[in-house]
């Protein structure tokens, strides 16, 4: 005859039940809650992800050569912020939009504004590009519209007062991951025909490992832009096609998206074991003021700017 179960352990039971469902309750509300904040960041304004901002305020002292081909299709442009009075042997800051992969603009206030009235009239050139988007055009084909464009910028600098040797690569969210895919895997520049650039800076992007933010509870906006093709995944993921030795990196995330800075740490902790000096920004910004802050006075322009600064002494001098 079985023995009856003693009240004691029944009520152990159901506690160990309990506490194991509310672990995964919480697990869920974790990954829920990030989700819905992310939502929360498109749905409030990040022009970056919207579009929907003004255009750029070209300060004065800045002159602008505006919608430059750098190949046949009309979303191959890019935009040169220059001094006005000239310049000469320039390092170049050269701008990637970010946007979902499908919206955007190199004008956007945002992107460009405190940006070009920071850097420009202490003579550096500042260039913004455009690129094909969602659904023409894939990540990979973006990232070789990126290529292109730098490559291009390289050879012509000099048209515009810069130097083409010493062009440092920067773009937020999208963009960021446009960038950061050209930084860690020297074919999509070779490719294109770019000559090596000082560094690179990668604000906010959440799409650094693909496959580790796909098979995961996500966004619909990424499979828009990487679809349900694993092979696909590691071709278009900065983690995946990071190799040795790469020029110097510096990704900025934004403290309050948990998604973007855990994949901004593994990707400069995996930079750093291959070789290149990376390093990780931390910022109590939302995801939109990554982008626009950047240029303001204050600490966070002034973290970014000292990272600038050990890329290149005559951009360092020009910095301070």
């Not at 919480?26 to 901002?53: K, N, P, W, Y």
């Not at 973006?142 to 515009?160: G, I, K, N, P, T």
């Not at 006075?297 to 970014?304: C, F, I, N, S």
Request: charge should be neutral; glycine fraction near 8%.
């Amino acid at each position: 005859m079985s023995r009856p179960i003693r009240p004691s352990r029944l009520f152990l039971v159901a506690a160990t039940l309990a506490a194991a469902l509310s672990l995964v309750a919480v697990a869920h509300a974790g990954s829920f809650r990030e989700r819905i904040a992310e939502r929360l960041a498109v749905r409030r304004g990040s022009d970056a992800m919207t579009g929907r901002m003004a255009p750029a305020t070209v300060p004065p002292g800045v002159r602008v050569l505006r919608d430059i081909p750098y190949g046949d299709d009309p979303h191959q442009r890019l935009d040169v912020y220059v001094p006005e009075h000239g310049a000469s042997r320039a390092p170049v800051v050269f701008m990637v939009h970010g946007g979902g992969w499908k919206r955007g603009d190199k004008d956007m206030d945002s992107v460009v504004t405190n940006k070009v009235a920071r850097w420009v009239p202490r003579g550096i050139v500042f260039v913004s590009i455009d690129y094909r988007m969602l659904p023409e055009a894939n990540p990979q084909v973006q990232a070789q519209d990126v290529a292109r464009a730098l490559a291009y910028v390289q050879r012509h600098a000099s048209a515009w007062g810069g130097d083409g040797e010493r062009t440092m690569l920067m773009g937020h969210s999208a963009g960021a991951h446009l960038v950061s895919l050209i930084e860690a895997s020297p074919g999509w520049a070779a490719q294109a025909g770019a000559s090596p650039w000082l560094g690179a800076v990668s604000l906010d992007s959440g799409a650094l490992d693909v496959p580790a933010l796909m098979q995961p509870p996500h966004m619909p906006l990424y499979d828009e832009a990487f679809g349900s093709d694993p092979t696909f995944w590691r071709a278009v993921s900065p983690q995946q096609q990071l190799a040795p030795r790469r020029p110097p990196l510096l990704a900025v995330c934004s403290t309050r998206r948990t998604r973007s800075c855990d994949q901004s740490s593994a990707f400069v902790d995996s930079a750093n074991a291959s070789g290149t000096r990376a390093a990780l920004l931390r910022e109590d910004l939302s995801h939109r003021e990554i982008n626009d802050e950047l240029g303001k006075p204050g600490a966070y322009t002034d973290a970014v700017e000292a990272f600038m600064a050990t890329l290149d002494p005559d951009l360092a001098h020009r910095l301070h």
